[in-house]
């Protein structure tokens, strides 16, 4: 069976899960402590990042984008009869979200309101652009869900938990996406693609006191100290 290497709030990591769920192919997972890697992670791992795929071969692969074009090659396609253009397009859409995840892991880990205004520009830009191509949905293209609304799923799952816990929308403005984050949400594959205990781990990280998420987003909070603000990467 195939086995997923993973950490239980990468969103790196969810994009590929949530594509093993929806294809309803059967996988393992293991979870890793990023901060004492295990040494056998470390020799397998070129880059010792999860996600990390071992397939029924037992051979590594790496990099979400290759483990999820891996999965897509080895399984039936989500949507058929697609022409080569249409997935080239549909590709460069998946990558528009996953080159934002790291930038929503920061905004989410901002000290105070200005902080996050700054961050959050970058991906008001992505949702912008997200908000300009959906047309009728209820899916990325049309009423099956295919790739990319596999790759926007991490995002769109994670705004809907900070919106559900303090009230600050990140997808206000983009009633497109914000449609499409209920359709995407109504199928269950983000919660399947999720450990149990996602929304605890992913809120004792992100919207703990040290946030302004955390702290319910008041717009009448006094600036905190910028220095404060992690920008780094996901996940700690
Ligand atoms: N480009 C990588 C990014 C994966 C990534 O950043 N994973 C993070 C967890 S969300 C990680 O493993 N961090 C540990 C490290 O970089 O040492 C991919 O798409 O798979």
């Known amino acids: 069976m195939i086995k997923i290497v993973s950490f239980k709030i990468c969103p790196f990591v969810q994009r590929v899960t949530a594509m093993l769920e929806a294809k309803e192919m059967p996988y393992e997972i ?19 990042q999860v996600p990390l795929l071992i397939t029924e071969e037992g051979i590594p692969l790496f990099e979400s984008d290759a483990i999820v074009e891996y999965i897509d090659e080895i399984s039936e396609a989500l ?9 080239a397009i549909h590709r460069a859409w998946s990558y528009q979200a996953s080159k934002h995840y790291l930038v929503q892991c920061s905004t989410m880990q901002s000290a105070d309101r200005n902080v996050l205004n700054d961050r959050i520009s970058k991906l008001d830009k992505s949702f912008d652009r997200a908000e300009k191509r959906l047309s009728d949905g209820p899916y990325f293209a049309g009423d099956t869900v295919g790739n990319a609304d596999l790759a926007w799923l991490p ?21 497109k996406v914000k449609a499409w984050q209920t359709a995407l949400l109504k199928t269950g594959i983000a919660e399947k693609s999720v450990p149990e205990d996602f929304v605890e781990r992913f809120s004792d990280f992100y ?14 909070e006094e600036d905190a100290d910028a220095s404060n603000s992690k920008s780094g990467g996901c996940c700690g």
Do not use: C
């Open 155 to 175: 995002l769109l799952h994670r705004s809907a938990i900070v919106e559900k816990a303090s009230g600050y929308d990140m997808l206000e403005g983009f009633p």
């Open 79 to 87: 949507q058929d009869g697609l022409s080569p253009e249409t997935r």
């Open 30 to 48: 293991e979870y890793i402590d990023l901060k004492n890697k295990p040494d056998w992670f470390l020799e397998i791992s070129p880059v010792g």
């Open 207 to 220: 919207l703990s006191e040290r946030t302004w998420l955390g702290r319910g987003a008041n717009e009448d």
